[in-house]
C-alpha cells in the first residue's frame, strides 16, 4: 500500500450485521480490508478508517495482494455489532 492520499474515498455504508447478511447472500465470500488515516492516506499502523470491499474469491494475481476477511468471521461480527466503538469501518457497495 503507497502513502498517497486517496483522491475519492467513497466510504460507502457503514459496517452493520444487515450489510453483513446481504452480502453473504449476495454470495460474496471475503471482504479485502483498506485502512486510511484522517487525510485519507493508506495507513495500517494508525488508522481512522476502514473501507472493506466485497469480493466472491481471492485473487490468484500478486499483483492484488492484499489483506482479506471472511465475510462470516467474528472479526466482522464485532465490528458490526459495535458500530461506534474503536475504529470506523465501512463498506464498498459499487
Known sequence: MKNKP????GRGVELTLQ???DLRSRGFRYVRVDAFT????PDYME?????????IDIPDDINKK??????NSKLLAEW???????????????
Open 6 to 9: 486517496k483522491e475519492n474515498t
Open 19 to 21: 450489510i453483513l447478511e
Open 38 to 41: 484522517h487525510d485519507n492516506r
Open 47 to 55: 488508522p481512522h478508517y476502514f473501507v472493506l470491499e466485497p469480493i
Open 66 to 71: 492484499g489483506i482479506y476477511e471472511p465475510v
Open 80 to 94: 458490526a455489532s459495535l458500530p461506534h466503538e474503536g475504529v470506523k469501518v465501512y463498506v464498498s457497495m459499487k
